[in-house]
Structure formats: C-alpha cells, structure tokens
C-alpha cells in the first residue's frame, strides 16, 4: 500500500556504506558525480561494462557527456560476460594501468560492476593478479574508488562489499568480501532497466529473493537482515508478475530495483549461505548458466533442508509467496512446494537435468562447494549443518 504514496520520478538519496542515487531519470546524477570525483583528483577512469547494454540502455550516452563535461579522460573495457573470469579482470588491469586510470565506473548488472570492483583493488596492488586476489594469497585494504551503474534488479552489488569472479582452469567461483570495495556512488534508475529481456528479468529478481532468504536465515541473521527480508520478497511478489507482463512497467521496475537494493544490504549484514555455495559452482562448470537460474533451481531443495531449523523466520519471510505456513517444523515440504510453485508461476520450473547435470555430475558439484575458496565459509554459517551429506542431498533433490 504505501507504495503508491512514493513518486518514482523523484530522484532519492538513500545512504548505505554507499551514496545511491534512487528513482526515475537518477541517470543524471553522474553529471553531479563527475564533477565530484574530478574535483577529488580522478581525471581518468576506466568504464567497465557489457558488450551491449550499456549503450542500449542509453547509459552510456549520458555518462560519456558527463565525463567529457568535466574533462575526465576515459577508456572502455567492453568484454565482460555473466559470470566474469580472471582473465576479464586481469585484461582489464593491464589496460587501466597503461592508460593511468584512477578510477572505476562499472555500468551494466552484477558482473561489471563485480569485475570493477576486482579491478579497483588491483589497481592499488599493483604486483598482484586477480587469481592471487580470487585465491586469497593476500587481503586488500584499498582500492581506487568505484562507482557502479546499475542496469538489473537482482544483485545489489552496487550497495555491498562482495565481488565474485571465476577462475575458470579451476572451477572456482568464489566471493569476496572487502571494506574497500563498497561503491563510492551508485546508480539505481528503473528506466535503464526496461530492456533486460523476460528471461533476465525472473532471474535477477529470483537472485534478490534468494539473497534473503539466506541473510535471514543464517547463523549471523539479525533483525535487520529479517526485516529487510521480509520486505524483499513482498515487494519481488508483487512486482515480478507485472515486469514480466509489461516490461515497460516503470512503477514495477522501480520497486523490484528497490527489493534488489534493499537485498544487498541485507546480506551485507546477514551473509549467504547453501544457495550461493552450490550455485557457484554451477556457473563455475557452466558459465553459460545464468546466476539466477541456478539459484532458482537449488532454492526448494535448500527451503526444504532447512525449514525445521529456521521455520518461524521462513513461515514469516515466505508469506506472500507460502502463505499457509504457520512455522512448525513438519512444515517442509510444504514450504518447498509452495517456493517451487512460486518458480513455476514465473515461468522458472527448471531443475538441474533440464541444464545438462546428471547424478554422476554430484560428487563432483560437492567437491567444489567445499575446494572453491570462500565457499565453505558460508556452508558453515548455514542453518543445518556444514556436512558433505547435506550438501549433496540438495544437489540431489534438484535434479
């Protein structure tokens, strides 16, 4: 209800660790933003992006103004792809540095903006490569500062301190999580966001809801992390049905990017934990499998796993989606089915077989939750356990 009492077309300034610039026409607001960096000593900048978005959307148009207005020098790295590799980062570095850039601006959805962030911190470190960063062979405590333009309404990565980047000769998709790489600014404008495809649209917002979902229900969930939930999905349930049917909703677009952002912070403070950690390596195997969709297919088996330790805070989050749970244990698979049918009222019903795993792919999968650095860290802030049995077990049960 209070929804329709907010403008969207005024432009806020919500502060987190991050200044973000939230609303309709915000876009406008890196003219404001280049003239605060240059008067800061950035005079060159490396824009990190897609190969497409970031002009389709008419982003990169008013940004290049802008930093052309305020005599700002720039250099593009276009390359970038879902699920970002070390080789991007690294390639990215190498032209930074020739070039002198001093700071990062990353247009597009979690990717670049992920990507950038890598970048931010090795341009302070020099001697260091982004397998050495992705490895933990060190712990950066600086980083060039980082503004992040956002073109999806899914990752919130714009408002935290993680990146997640794949060494692919390894299969490793890990995190990271660092004070220096919150975002100095970012940008959050629905208008830029109309033109992610159907597919792209379900998938980002299914990664927002995933975010909660864990954040709240980890060993580290706090009130904040709930209450920032509980909204999360309200918002994501209402509005993803609309997006998908009209995806020049504004009013839609704005309040899913509003649930993304708000599901950034809340795992800026609660933490991830089994869905993120069999996800990765997912998309680590298959870079082509988008982030959301793996999320997607593993989030009723993970419901289902931990609903008897986590039932009163699941019954609670999950009640514009599950709303007969009343948050007892014995609930389970009621809760997991109802999730699933959720899934399948967006359109999203697939499960591991129908992007190519099979039962032999399991152990294997295991391996990698408990190998890839980072990824046992929030296996071990899950609810249930921290075991290879259970890990496998949702593995299974998303076939």
């Not at 992705?134 to 405590?141: I, M, Q, T, V």
């Not at 514009?320 to 967006?346: C, F, H, M, R």
């Amino acid at each position: 209800m209070w929804e329709k009492d907010i403008n969207i077309h005024e432009v806020k300034e919500i502060r987190t660790r991050t200044t973000v610039y939230f609303g309709v026409g915000a876009i406008q607001k890196i003219h404001q933003i280049a003239k605060d960096i240059k008067s800061k000593g950035y005079d060159k900048v490396i824009v990190m992006s897609g190969r497409n978005a970031y002009k389709a959307t008419g982003a990169w148009a008013v940004v290049e103004t802008a930093l052309k207005d305020n005599g700002i020098g720039y250099i593009n790295y276009d390359q970038v792809t879902p699920n970002p590799n070390t080789h991007h980062v690294n390639d990215a570095v190498k032209m930074a540095k020739d070039f002198g850039a001093k700071a990062v601006i990353a247009i597009g959805g979690g990717s670049p903006t992920d990507a950038g962030k890598s970048v931010a911190i090795l341009l302070e470190y020099p001697d260091k490569t982004a397998e050495d960063l992705y490895e933990f062979r060190f712990a950066p405590d600086k980083a060039a500062p980082i503004i992040s333009i956002n073109l999806t309404h899914g990752t919130g990565t714009e408002t935290n301190r993680f990146a997640v980047v794949t060494n692919l000769e390894k299969n490793f998709k890990p995190a990271i999580a660092y004070d220096c790489i919150y975002p100095m600014y970012a940008i959050d404008d629905p208008q830029l966001m109309t033109k992610l495809s159907p597919k792209q649209t379900r998938y980002v917002s299914i990664d927002a809801v995933n975010h909660v979902v864990e954040a709240a229900t980890s060993a580290v969930a706090s009130p904040y992390s709930i209450s920032l939930a509980k909204q999360v999905i309200e918002l994501v349930a209402r509005y993803l049905p609309k997006a998908i049917s009209n995806p020049d909703d504004l009013e839609a677009r704005y309040f899913l990017a509003y649930a993304a952002m708000m599901g950034g912070v809340s795992f800026d403070n609660g933490l991830l934990h089994y869905t993120h950690a069999l996800e990765h390596p997912l998309s680590a195997v298959k870079p082509e499998l988008a982030h959301g969709l793996g999320l997607a297919i593993l989030l009723p088996a993970v419901i289902k796993t931990i609903y008897k330790d986590k039932a009163a805070t699941l019954a609670d989050i999950l009640a514009p989606i599950a709303p007969e749970l009343k948050g007892t244990p014995d609930e389970a698979q009621k809760a997991s089915d109802y999730v699933y049918n959720w899934l399948k009222s967006v359109d999203v019903p697939e499960k591991l077989k129908d992007e190519g795993f099979s039962e032999s792919d399991v152990d294997k999968l295991t391996d990698l939750a408990f190998t890839t650095p980072s990824l046992d860290g929030l296996i071990n802030i899950g609810p249930s356990g921290n075991s290879k049995e259970l890990v496998r077990n949702i593995y299974k049960e998303s076939l």
